[in-house]
């Protein structure tokens, strides 16, 4: 059972910045797709960005140019890189998966079946 754990969260100022992590544990089948999720109190959930098995990344279009998905493959870990920080990027962040076939999309919100905790993000002077 593939399990996830984020950290990474905090405090920052705007124009800061803040790397989140994500470990995972257990098994993923080969092509998968993992996300970056957000959430406030006030706002529906929101992909802030992905990244396939194969590297392909896309993100949200409030945070292009300012955050990096990425992964290290070899410590199973899911990271976001987040410059440029806004106080509209605080939220909840939390980290998702679901398995894909081959000609599978990671764009369907739907699809996420394994969540982590979340790990929480606030942006204020």
């Known amino acids: 059972q593939v399990q996830f754990l984020e950290s990474g969260g905090g405090s920052a100022q705007p124009g800061g910045s803040l790397t989140l992590s994500c470990a995972r544990s257990?098994?993923?089948?080969?092509?998968?797709?993992l996300a970056w999720f957000r959430q406030t109190p006030t706002k529906e959930r929101e992909r802030v960005a992905f990244?396939?098995?194969?590297?392909?990344?896309d993100y949200v279009s409030s945070v292009k140019g300012r955050f990096i998905i990425s992964q290290e493959y070899g410590k199973n870990t899911l990271l976001l890189r987040m410059n440029e920080l806004r106080p509209e990027d605080t939220a909840m962040y939390y980290c998702?998966?679901?398995?894909?076939?081959?000609?599978?999309?990671?764009?369907?919100?739907?699809?996420?079946?394994?969540w982590g905790q979340g790990t929480q993000v606030t942006v204020s002077s």
């Open positions: 998702a998966a679901h398995t894909r076939d081959r000609f599978g999309t990671c764009d369907d919100d739907q699809k996420y079946n394994i």
């Open positions: 257990g098994f993923i089948y080969s092509r998968y797709c």
């Open positions: 990244v396939t098995d194969a590297g392909v990344t």
